[in-house]
T-cell receptor, first 115, second 112 residues
């Protein structure tokens, strides 16, 4: 079974530039998550989608971050404009949906460095 | 904020059992305990979860105290590949509430 795919794996940009990350979840997984992981910290949930609808975006800095999941499959996270403090690993995860516990499967992440 | 407290780091000798503690004194009756781990440069990986009974799977065992205020993850025979950050998380169960709030975890270093 193919895992969660993310691209690019690494990205270096200058502050005030824009950047986009792409995620393709495991086939059939209705729920998709974007996390931000700053060095030395645990992942922090930015946004959760169920199919193509947003379930939770309370931690997403909406003045500069945006995310979409058109057609309920793959997803894009964008930062515009980037700040130095956005340097982090951006993780995408997916899970099934149902009444039982559904394990979250994580991708390898995209490491963003903002100079 | 994370609802759990874990030691920042632990060492374990290869082949020995690794016992990772977690305190969750404010856990509510309908919250489960979940464990994930994150190997360097990879995304987190699910290990195990439980409500109040002890649980075991092919990766680990989870021991939850009777008052549910703490738990221990046991890796019975640690290998070098078990070196990782281990996260203990309390959360509701299933469906759209499948939300994980990660703390800083415990860095387990398995020594040869």
């Amino acid at each position: 079974e193919a895992g969660v795919a993310q691209s690019p794996r690494y990205k270096i940009i200058e502050k005030r530039q824009s950047v986009a990350f792409w995620c393709n979840p495991i086939s059939g997984h209705a729920t998709l998550y974007w996390y931000q992981q700053i060095l030395g910290q645990g992942p922090k949930l930015l946004i959760q989608f169920q199919n193509n609808g947003v379930v939770d975006d309370s931690q997403l800095p909406k003045d500069r971050f945006s995310a979409e999941r058109l057609k309920g499959v793959d997803s894009t996270l964008k930062i515009q404009p980037a700040k130095l403090e956005d340097s982090a690993v951006y993780l995408c995860a997916s899970s099934l949906i149902g009444l039982s516990y559904n394990e979250q499967f994580f991708g390898p992440g995209t490491r963003l460095t903002v100079l | 904020d994370a609802k759990t407290t874990q030691p920042p780091s632990m060492d374990c000798a290869e082949g020995r059992a690794a016992n990772l503690p977690c305190n969750h004194s404010t856990i509510s009756g309908n919250e489960y305990v979940y464990w994930y781990r994150q190997i360097h440069s990879q995304g987190p990986q699910y290990i195990i979860h439980g409500l109040k009974n002890n649980e075991t799977n092919e990766m680990a065992s989870l021991i939850i105290t009777e008052d549910r205020k703490s738990s221990t993850l046991i890796l019975p025979h640690a290998t070098l590949r078990d070196t990782a950050v281990y996260y203990c998380i309390v959360s509701l169960y299933g469906g759209a509430t499948n939300k994980l709030i990660f703390g800083t975890g415990t860095l387990l270093a398995v020594q040869p």
